[in-house]
């Protein structure tokens, strides 16, 4: 039972990149999803979150605008699309999953399921 993000490289400045998560080994159209970014010797910190249903969404105020979160349930997976990306958007980036009757949380400890990140880089 695992979650994993995929879609990470490195970028130029203003550049943008598509970021899914997809789970193993449970369903994830029955979890709220929150993406959270770690850089080095930092703590998790929350990036956006999605209800299960897709109809209510948030961002952290340093990406509103420029990030995206949406979801697929038919294809049971849910994006992080990042636009305007700026340096200090480097981090590696998670994606983590509870129950949809909870909702989606800003803390990471609060989550179920996580898994491997996805490593982006944003440099000239």
């Known amino acids: 039972v695992q979650l994993q993000a995929s879609g990470g490289g490195l970028v130029h400045p203003g550049g943008s990149l598509r970021l899914s998560c997809e789970a193993s080994?449970?369903?994830?159209?029955?979890?709220?999803v929150g993406w959270f970014r770690q850089a080095p010797g930092e703590e998790h910190e929350f990036v956006a979150g999605?209800?299960?249903?897709?109809?209510?969404?948030a961002y952290a105020d340093s990406v509103k605008g420029r990030f995206t979160i949406s979801r697929d349930n038919t294809k049971k997976t849910v994006d992080l699309q990042l636009n305007s990306l700026k340096p200090e958007d480097t981090a590696v980036y998670y994606c983590?999953?509870?129950?949809?009757?909870?909702?989606?949380?800003?803390?990471?400890?609060?989550?179920?399921?996580w898994g491997q990140g996805t490593l982006v880089t944003v440099s000239s």
């Open positions: 983590a999953a509870r129950s949809r009757w909870l909702g989606f949380a800003r803390e990471f400890g609060l989550y179920d399921y």
């Open positions: 999605i209800n299960w249903s897709g109809a209510t969404t």
């Open positions: 080994g449970f369903t994830l159209i029955y979890h709220a």
